[in-house]
């Protein structure tokens, strides 16, 4: 069983930056491959980006390549998503999630969600 808390969401403008944070506590996260998803009223949840175990690997929706990064402390149970050049469309309740197996699928276990709003 694994538990986790995302912070570091909020308002910011268009082109502006935000990072969020994901705590993971009980198993390390070193066991799990971490992802962020997230969601807008009416639409479901769609994959943002995911990181391996060792954290070797990521991946990334095509529609925040280039400009969110995902990466992982595994020292510190900690995974993160920087986010840069923020659009409107961004905005969404920001889920992180941790499972086994790495890449887009449905994963095992989740966060409670942040909301990122961007404004134009």
């Known amino acids: 069983q694994v538990q986790l808390a995302e912070s570091g969401g909020g308002l910011v403008q268009a082109g502006g930056s935000l990072r969020l944070s994901c705590a993971a506590s009980?198993?390390?996260?070193?066991?799990?491959?971490m992802a962020w998803f997230r969601q807008t009223p009416g639409k479901e949840r769609e994959f943002v980006a995911a990181?391996?175990?060792?954290?070797?690997?990521?991946a990334y929706a095509d529609s925040v390549k280039g400009r969110f990064t995902i990466s992982k402390d595994n020292a510190k149970n900690t995974v993160y998503l920087q986010m840069n050049s923020l659009k409107p469309e961004d905005t969404a309740v920001y889920y992180c999630?941790?499972?086994?197996?790495?890449?887009?699928?449905?994963?095992?276990?989740w966060g409670q969600g942040i909301q990122v709003t961007v404004s134009s």
């Open positions: 990181i391996s175990r060792s954290g070797a690997s990521t």
């Open positions: 999630a941790a499972d086994p197996v790495f890449g887009d699928h449905e994963y095992r276990y």
């Open positions: 009980g198993r390390t996260s070193s066991r799990y491959a």
